[in-house]
Every structure is written in C-alpha cells, then in structure tokens.
C-alpha cells in the first residue's frame, strides 16, 4: 500500500470571477421571471459589479430582493464572501422561491465591500469604483421583515466564492 499528498495553488482569474457572477445572475433572472423585476438591464449591470468586485476581492456581502418599509421581504437572496479556500462545493443556481408577496414593495440591492477594498488607497478604490456600471449610496443595513437569513448555495471558483442565503 502507498499513499501520497499532493499540494497545489491556484490563481483568481477574471474567468473565474464571470463563472461566480453568473449564477448570481441566473438567481437574478428567476426573480425577474417571478416578480417582474429586477430588469434584464438592471442584471446585467448587477453581473459586471460583481465580476469587478470579485476580481479585486473587494465584497464582503450583497443582497438582492424586494423591499418594504424599509425592510427586506421573503423575496430577497443575501450573498457573502467566502474565506479562500473553504470552498468545497459550487451549486447550481436557483431554488429561488415562487409565491412570496412582494406587493408594495421596491426591487433593491445592498453592497458591503471587503476590508481589503478599504485596505486600499482611496484613488486605487475611486479606480475599482469607476468601472462598475452600480450607482451605489451610503444608508444603514437594512433589516428583514421576518424570518431569517438561511445559507442553501456556494458559488465557487480559483479559491474564492459566494456562500448564498435567503430568507426562511
């Protein structure tokens, strides 16, 4: 009998940050087709933000969904970075559910970037800003309107990902 061990690294590619943003996205999309928002556009922009910001580890966590009163609804996804290396597995997408109420309220989106991306000299973040198609304003964590956050997904790739939750 014989045993060995292997060890290895592996580089962060733009290639991988486009394969993580993608299911996002593929999240984003059945969100349009159940509740009619957000826009195909409005997806589109939200992808490029995360492959930008993946690429430069600057997220710690982003959440998409529907808010009312100011708090997120049923119908919202809450994505966070996870540590390198503590992916084991990429999941598909979706899962996303059908049938919340979502009346009166607002498609919306809030970003926390990484410490890594205010590690950073303000010009090389003012750099990463400029890129991303999201025009994003300061305001407080929002809350939830019930329930709580549950992680059912990871995104992952070159080592770094996005665990998923929604709200149970």
């Avoid at 590619?13 to 299911?23: G, S, V």
């Avoid at 996205?25 to 997806?43: E, M």
């Avoid at 710690?60 to 708090?71: A, E, H, I, T």
């Amino acid at each position: 009998m014989s045993s060995y061990t292997t060890t290895g690294t592996e580089t962060f590619t733009l290639t991988h940050a486009k394969h993580i943003a993608a299911k996002v996205a593929t999240d984003l999309q059945r969100f349009h087709r159940l509740y009619g928002k957000p826009s195909l556009a409005d997806i589109d922009a939200y992808e490029q933000e995360l492959i930008i910001l993946l690429k430069y580890d600057a997220i710690d966590s982003v959440v998409y969904g529907f808010k009312r009163n100011g708090l997120w609804t049923m119908a919202s996804a809450r994505y966070v970075a996870l540590p390198g290396g503590a992916m084991e597995v990429d999941d598909d997408p979706g899962r996303i559910k059908p049938n919340h109420d979502v009346s009166g309220a607002k498609f919306s989106s809030f970003l926390s970037y990484s410490s890594r991306f205010y590690s950073l000299p303000q010009s090389e973040r003012d750099a990463i800003k400029q890129q991303i198609p999201v025009n994003r304003t300061t305001t407080d964590v929002p809350g939830l309107e019930q329930g709580a956050w549950t992680g059912d997904n990871n995104y992952a790739a070159g080592g770094r990902g996005l665990g998923r939750s929604t709200v149970r």
